[in-house]
């Protein structure tokens, strides 16, 4: 993503820069290094606020799902909720149910986090729930992640393992296969 971000700062081709930070701040976000998140956002935000035309609402609606992980990770809970909301709003206007899988999941979190644990397995459940019908094993593994770090519950954790194994197994190197599998362990 780095990559691609300076090739199209190089350019001058903008639509691939704010792309390619929108990933990062999913990457950080997601390797719990917040602070690398956090001195991309005000850039982003700016970026994602001027974007009109055809990736416009798309980059707001991956934005506002990166702040509401990026929340998560600092248990900013009522910033998160927020910006689930924001997600759940955007992603069912624009039909994306991968981001709404995703906005329930981060909202879910937020709602454990504030103490409000029997709300937020609601959304945990929806989110596993749509996960696996999208076959996107990634996002079913951080959605069942997520809710088994609330709830205990063998059978997913059971279902999350072997589909984490199949992940692991498609992995094309020992490293990314070792860091993977350390994950998969300690969440399932």
């Given at each position: 993503?780095?990559?691609?971000?300076?090739?199209?700062?190089?350019?001058n081709?903008?639509?691939?820069?704010?792309?390619?930070?929108?990933?990062?701040?999913?990457?950080?976000?997601?390797?719990?290094?917040?602070?690398?998140?956090?001195?991309?956002?005000?850039?982003?935000?700016?970026?994602?606020?001027?974007?009109?035309?055809?990736?416009?609402?798309?980059?707001g609606?991956?934005?506002?799902?990166?702040?509401?992980?990026?929340?998560?990770?600092?248990?900013?809970?009522?910033?998160?909720?927020?910006?689930?909301?924001?997600?759940?709003?955007?992603?069912?206007?624009?039909?994306?149910?991968?981001?709404?899988?995703?906005?329930?999941?981060?909202?879910?979190?937020?709602?454990?986090?504030?103490?409000?644990?029997?709300?937020?397995?609601?959304?945990?459940?929806?989110?596993?729930?749509?996960?696996?019908?999208?076959?996107?094993?990634?996002?079913?593994l951080?959605?069942?992640?997520?809710?088994?770090?609330?709830?205990?519950?063998?059978?997913?954790?059971?279902?999350?393992?072997?589909?984490?194994?199949?992940?692991?197994?498609?992995?094309?190197?020992?490293?990314?296969?070792?860091?993977?599998e350390?994950?998969?362990?300690?969440?399932?």
């Open positions: 993503a780095e990559e691609a971000r300076e090739m199209a700062r190089a350019s081709f903008i639509g691939p820069v704010v792309s390619a930070e929108i990933d990062l701040l999913f990457n950080y976000a997601r390797r719990q290094e917040p602070g690398r998140v956090a001195r991309l956002v005000p850039e982003v935000a700016e970026q994602v606020e001027l974007g009109k035309g055809a990736h416009g609402w798309l980059w609606l991956r934005f506002a799902q990166a702040r509401a992980e990026l929340a998560l990770v600092q248990e900013n809970w009522d910033e998160a909720f927020a910006a689930a909301e924001e997600t759940i709003t955007r992603s069912r206007a624009s039909g994306r149910v991968k981001y709404l899988s995703a906005g329930q999941q981060a909202r879910g979190q937020a709602l454990a986090g504030m103490g409000r644990k029997r709300k937020g397995l609601v959304d945990l459940r929806a989110a596993v729930k749509r996960a696996r019908r999208l076959g996107d094993p990634a996002a079913f951080r959605a069942a992640a997520a809710r088994l770090s609330v709830e205990a519950d063998d059978t997913l954790s059971a279902e999350a393992r072997t589909v984490a194994r199949r992940v692991a197994a498609s992995l094309p190197s020992h490293t990314l296969r070792d860091h993977f350390a994950f998969a362990s300690e969440h399932f």
